[in-house]
């Protein structure tokens, strides 16, 4: 097995303010498509930076093995160049770099090399953003928000790119997003961040696969939340009732109890279940655990 | 990386590139026009001080003044116009646009990032000062050959010598840690203007520092012979020796002059000599150009590096 592509160990970065990311231990295996999720303000861009060297841990250390190459939020580009001259300043800024391969993908997006970058569409600014990126050829590619502000077709489009990259050269991903139904696709590992606090990482068809949407009659409910939230196999992630009913996400096998109805989740709501309720946790060496 | 600096700063280097060019030939066209002058209508003997050369010298002076009043804002407003548009969005303008996320995190390092950008463009910075002052070095001697002023008027003193470069580099390192601190490019290129002239001003009342100034006790005029020497202070002495702020009324009466008039002060003033009294002036002598010029060139130089070294040590802490 290849060793984790990305390591991070006790991380802590902090801002004047205080603390945006806090005891943070996660490790990325290589060769997946990690989708980085959670509310504004989570620390996910204070990771990455992290991770890419643009902001130096206060606290523990994050390792990338390999290079890793990054687009920051917004794709910023230097707007008065040509992207002819944007493939230079790659070239010129890198070691490792594939002139061909660029410019083979901004032909196949039908992106003129003599315009300046400032009077690209954002679809095709991001493309551009992508096309740097992906011609240093990385081990790592780093992406914060790559989807945000753009349109359907052009999330699509990006999207379905990274994807091509991903089945030819192997290389793994770390993409943010606040919006989890755009990554339900593409991503194979789920990560998790709330309040500067990592709450979920793992593979995301085991993390499915472990959890259960429960609803069932209100009067039940005390039977599965008795002592500490866990009562034998089960473990509560979150809750919600209404006068009659209960709902709620578990990890574990299903109550035998026939009054209670199981489903699997789906990623969407196994999210909103851990944002909702920021204290459950569902690390690998918790995982064991709750087994 | 060179390509990567001559991309993102080709225009200011072109467009100072382009200023030094057409002042260059401004003062060319100007000397060789007063060249020309002086070889047609220079009395024999001429230049030189016989009263037969007084009209060239006023008409090489009145062509002088013409391009000096181009150029007498030189001295302040081209560091501040170069700390303004070379220093400031170095990396202002990448804070401010984002793009330090996309520079700093190519594999190139940060600190070669920097390294070559402020040693690209701060040699660019000195080379176009010296230029300048080698420019005007060449341009005046042809006008004022026997007047010297280079040293007396600090606009001149600020314009040859090693001065221009000096004070373009300090522009240049003032705007670039103004950048990083406010990391906005407008705001730092405020900062750079008014700390330009905050300098400047504060320089020019230190100067009278740089150096131990010389003290010669006049007997018959109280004006220096050598018109270029910087006055540090002026006193009467009495006949005795000692310095004193003003020689009362009872020595020799001062009446008050009229309009443009001097006759009753230079009668006051004949009167007070007549009477053992000498006028005691502290002033530096031209001759002290050069460690001016040093002093000056160190302590910009200094400054430019200390703010250079706290530029690059904020940019490498990383705090995007």
Known sequence: MRPPVLEATGLGVRYRRGWALRDCSLALPAGRVAALVGPNGAGKTTLMHAAVGLLAPARGSVVVRGQAAFVAQDKPLYETFTVAEMLTFGRRTNLRWDQPAALKRLAGLDIPLDRKVGRLSGGQQAQVALTIALARTPDLLVLDEPLANLDPVARHDVMRAIMAEVAEHGLSVLLSSHVVSDLEETCDWLVVLNGGRLQVSGDIEDLLAGHLVLTGPAELAGTLTGAGGSMGRVQVVAASRTARQVRMLVRGEPPLDPRWRARQPGLDELVMGYLRSPESVALPGLAQVGR | ?320
Request: a positive charge; aromatic letters at 10%; one cysteine or more.
């Open chain 2, 1 to 320: 990386m060179i390509w990567v600096t001559w991309r993102q700063h080709r225009a200011q280097i072109l467009l100072t590139a382009a200023f030094l060019a057409a002042l260059g030939l401004l003062l060319l066209g100007s000397a060789i026009e007063a060249t020309l002058y002086v070889s047609g209508h220079a009395a024999p003997g001429c230049p030189g001080s016989a009263p037969a050369c007084a009209p060239l010298e006023v008409a090489l002076g009145e062509r002088y003044d013409a391009i000096y009043s181009i150029f007498g804002w030189m001295p302040l407003v081209l560091p501040a116009l170069i700390g303004a548009f070379w220093g400031a969005p170095l990396l202002g303008r990448e804070y401010e646009r984002g793009t330090h996320r996309l520079a700093w995190t190519q594999a190139v390092p940060v600190w070669r990032w920097l390294a070559v950008k402020l040693a690209v463009l701060g040699g660019v910075v000195v080379a176009g000062g010296l230029l300048l002052s080698l420019m005007v070095s060449l341009w005046r001697p042809v006008f004022r050959a026997g007047i010297e002023s280079s040293f007396g008027n600090v606009g001149v003193f600020n314009m040859v010598g090693v001065a221009p470069a000096a004070w373009w580099l300090y522009a240049f390192a003032l705007g670039t840690l103004a950048g990083t601190v406010l990391r906005r490019t407008m705001p730092a290129m405020a900062l750079v203007v008014a700390g330009v002239a905050v300098t400047m001003f504060t320089l020019f009342a230190l100067s009278e520092h740089y150096a131990t100034p010389e003290r010669v006790v006049l007997s018959d005029t109280t004006v220096l012979a050598d018109p270029d020497a910087r006055l540090v202070g002026a006193t009467w002495v009495d006949p005795s020796g000692r310095e004193i702020d003003s020689p009362g009324a009872e020595v020799c009466p001062r009446r008050v002059d009229a309009g443009r008039s001097n006759r009753n002060t230079e009668a006051w003033e004949k009167c007070l000599f007549g009477k053992g009294y000498g006028y005691a002036v502290s002033y530096h002598p031209p001759t002290m150009f050069w460690r001016f010029q040093w002093t000056e060139a160190g302590i910009l130089l200094l400054a430019s590096g200390v703010m250079g070294g706290l530029a690059v040590r904020r940019t490498l802490r990383r705090t995007a």
